[in-house]
Structures are given as C-alpha cells and as structure tokens.
C-alpha cells in the first residue's frame, strides 16, 4: 500500500498529463490575463483623468463590489446551464462596459456617470478562474491530484498578476492612459470565447429538482463563510498593495517602477504556488489555512513604515510568499466542503470575496493616501488580514467537512484531503 501511494505521488507531470486538460487551460490561461488588469487599469486612467486616487479608488471599488455580488449568481447560472451559456453573454457585456469606461474617463465625465458604468462592467466580468477550477475539480474530484489542481491555479492565477499589471501599467504609462484598459477588453473578447468554445470539458451541469443535493447553495454551507471572510482579508493585501504602491511611487517621482514591485510581489505569490504545489502535506489542509493565514498578517505589519524602494520590494515579496499557501488551501478545503452541483458557485464567492476584499481596500488606501501621505495607505492589508485572521481562529470549526464529505480511502488520505482534523491524521 504505502508503495503504491509513493509511486502514485501527486505532481505538476502527472497533473498536466489528465486527459483533456490541455483543452481548457489555454484558453483559460489566455482569458483570466484581464482580471489581473481591470483594476489597475481602471486606477491609472481615472487618476490620470481627475488627479484624485480617492476617485479613482472609488471607481476601482464599484467595479469590485459589482463583481463580488455578481459573480456567485454567474456562477450558480454556470452550474444549472452549463459555464458557455453564461461566459459568452457576460463576455459582450463586459467589453462594451470597459469601452464606455474608457469613453467617459477620456471626457472627463462626472463621478457618478463612471460609477453608474463601473457596476456593470464589474458584473460581467468574465470569471474564467473559478470556471477553471470547477473543470479540475469534475475531472479530479476525491483524487490526491486535487490539491496539485489547485496550487497549479494559484500560480497560474498568480503569474497573471505578474503579467498583467505590468503589461497595463507599461500601457498606460508608455502608450495612453487608457491603453491598458483597451488592452484587457480585447484580451477578454478574444480569450473568453475561445474558452467558451471548449464544450467538452465543461463539468456536468445541475439542474434545480434532480435531487436535494442539486438545490444545495454554496453560501448555505457555513465552511464557505468562513472562506469567504479569509479570502476577504487575501483581497484587501491586492487592493492595498495595488493602491499604495501607485500613490508611493508617484510620490517619489518613479511611477514607472509601480508595475515592478507589484509584479515582485506577485511573483513571491508565484513561487510559493510552485512549492504548495510539489509538497506532499501531511498535516491537514485547516491547520496549513491558519498557520498560512497567520504568517501573512504579520508579514504585513512592517509595509506601512517602509519608504525606501529596495527594502520596499523584499518586503512585499515576503507578503506575496504567504499569501499563496492560503489561498490554495482554501481552494483545496472546497472540494470536501462543497458538494459538486455547487462548486462554481463556490469559488466564484470566494473570488468574488477577493475582489471585493480587494475593492474595499483600494477605496480605503485611496482616502488615507489622499489625506495622510502613500504609505498610510498600507495600514489597509494588515487591518484587513488581522480581522480575518481573528474569524479564522473563532469558526474554525467550521472548516471540517461533514462525514458525508469524506473521500473513502486510506484514513491518512482522507483525513488529509478532506480535511479532518488532525488527530485523525495521528491516528492514521
């Protein structure tokens, strides 16, 4: 047994290897690139154009906020219908609001006519990652490939964060203020469809009235709360980072590095992706979430007083180390937590609980970088993470799947990817 499970050993080869999947992870590498851009490109140009970043902030949020109160619904729709029948509709809604964004902005528009365009702009985002993940997961569901699945999305997510704010900032600050928000809605035209396209791998769909299990919502589940509330705090270290290092970096007359430190602490996010992902974990995934979650929240404590760029830079990469193995934990705990009729729906609140994280952030970081100076800014992150932290530590309870959740297997397996608690490990 014990050399049969070490023969079997989950990995990045083995991962890549599942038939099909190379079907949809292109496409769906090509389709996630905006949502990395959306934000900031909405930053740089509205500041460009009003001179505020508490406006521009303000605008960032009500793209954030739309998208977080939208998404779950889009991603309930993808679970009843199928993730086509919701991606290409939501695909054209989202480029014509991004192209009337940008046409109010350039014209100097007021406040309220770019937040009234910024709600459905942020409504039709294209949520190709929790699509992504609901496709792993039909293929890979109950399998130790699982967690590989989803540290593989977090670097995959993460290297777009790399990419892409430093493809939008270049744009915008190289090109045309508005050129990295022209950029994102021609990524988003031609990457959604083409994913759209790939019917084959699409997750069974689940229609109300088949069984209970089919009406289960993924928000009734209390563990997804819990998730919902850490990955709000994960979201406010983007939108506080995003926010203040473009108010530091103005501030000190180099706005073109901006794009470098965000990518330097995206790409801490990345590396540590790759690592979750080759670690055969023998300690449970909720034990993994709140030592992850703990590291992070003091990683952040030091960003509000640090003004020199290089210390700037090593600082924001230990922040972006720590953020990974949280939020592939939190991926992983899904599968166990979730039945399959709403998993979509699942990790579309849980992004969306990033993005609104990450809204709430950008619009508080904006206000203190307008009123007290850009490192102020950075309070938000450790603020944001503390909180979820104490959640965390409170309902963590809630983190262990029902006994109907647990993949039948060896008690060391299931107790691990299922995420029993650890004297199930021990006793393994």
Known sequence: MASAVKDSRPGYGQLLRT??????LVPGFLARQPFAMLTIGIVLLVQSTTGSYGTAGAVSAAT??????????????????????????????????VSALIALALAHAPLWALLAVAV???ASTPQVGPMVRARWAAKLGGTPLMPTAAAFESVT???????????ATALCTGVHP???????AALTLAGGLLFASQRRTQPPVHREGAS?????????????????????????????????LTALTEHIGQPGINGVLYGIFAGGNMLAGIACGTVAWKVGPRRRLLVAYGLLALATTPLWAVTAVPLLGAVGLVVGLCIAPALITGYTLVESLVPA?????????????????????????????????PSSGFLVPLVGTAL??????????????????????????AGDAAGEPERELSRA
Do not use: C, N, Y
Request: glycine share 14%; charged share 10%.
């Open 120 to 122: 459905p702009t942020g």
């Open 64 to 97: 954030g906020v739309s998208m977080a109160l939208f998404a779950p619904q889009g991603g309930k729709l993808a679970d009843r219908f199928g993730q086509r029948a919701v991606l290409v509709p939501g695909v054209l809604v989202h480029v014509a609001g």
């Open 157 to 167: 997510d993460e290297f777009t964060f790399v990419v892409g704010p430093v493809l």
């Open 19 to 24: 038939p099909g999947a190379w079907t949809f």
């Open 388 to 413: 979820a932290l104490v959640v965390l530590l409170s309902l963590r309870a809630h983190l262990v799947p029902r006994s109907s959740t647990v993949v039948t297997g060896s008690a060391g397996a």
């Open 212 to 244: 209970d299990q089919a009406r289960v919502s993924a928000l009734s589940i209390p563990g997804v709360r819990v998730l919902i509330v850490a990955f709000l705090g994960i979201g406010s270290v983007f939108g506080g980072m995003q926010v203040s």
């Open 341 to 373: 009729s709403a998993r979509t729906e699942a990790f579309t609140w849980l992004t969306g609980a990033v993005a609104l994280g990450q809204a709430a952030a950008a619009t508080s970081a904006g206000q203190l970088a307008d009123r007290f100076g």
């Open 178 to 184: 508005a050129a990295g928000l022209v950029a994102e």
